[in-house]
């Protein structure tokens, strides 16, 4: 069993064929919401393993704001920080391990580990939390 990183496993989001068959923002609703969607997993670039399963995604929106800066902060930055905006993103909270099996061809299986999301929120804002 691998780990699903380094080991030469490709990952092709498939967004044509979303479990929902759309992927509209305003049928979830306001917030941080977990959503499905299908990954085909390869083992190479070829395919010679390959599999399609179902992931999660957080997918929504989180309130953000933007207004003019303290004086405090204008005197503090050199009259230069003259808007502060304040922000979250949704993001996931936690994550889960899945294992998903691979179909090399005729009889033959390689087993995997892939990530997935198990919960979401509004959090700050980064590039990446895994």
């Known amino acids: 069993m691998t780990m699903l990183g380094f080991h030469g496993v490709?990952?092709?989001?498939?967004?044509?064929s979303m479990i929902s068959d759309s992927w509209n923002y305003e049928?979830?609703?306001p917030g941080c919401h977990l959503h499905?969607?299908?990954?085909?997993?390869?083992?190479?670039?070829?395919?010679?393993?390959?599999?399609t399963f179902v992931v999660h995604a957080c997918v929504g929106y989180?309130?953000?704001s933007a207004f003019p800066s303290k004086y405090s902060v204008l005197l503090?930055?050199?009259?230069?920080h003259n808007i502060t905006s304040?922000?979250?993103?949704?993001?996931?909270?936690?994550?889960?391990?899945?294992?998903?099996r691979l179909q090399c061809g005729g009889s033959?299986?390689?087993?995997?580990?892939?990530?997935?999301?198990?919960?979401?929120?509004?959090?700050?804002?980064?590039?990446?939390?895994?």
């Open 86 to 100: 304040v922000s979250q993103c949704c993001t996931i909270s936690k994550m889960q391990k899945v294992k998903v």
């Open 108 to 130: 033959r299986r390689e087993d995997i580990e892939i990530f997935t999301a198990k919960s979401c929120q509004c959090d700050m804002c980064r590039l990446s939390r895994y």
């Open 62 to 64: 989180c309130e953000s």
């Open 27 to 29: 049928a979830l609703g």
């Open 76 to 80: 503090a930055s050199n009259f230069k």
């Open 36 to 51: 499905p969607f299908n990954v085909t997993i390869k083992s190479d670039r070829r395919g010679t393993c390959r599999g």
């Open 10 to 16: 490709f990952i092709s989001i498939l967004l044509a």
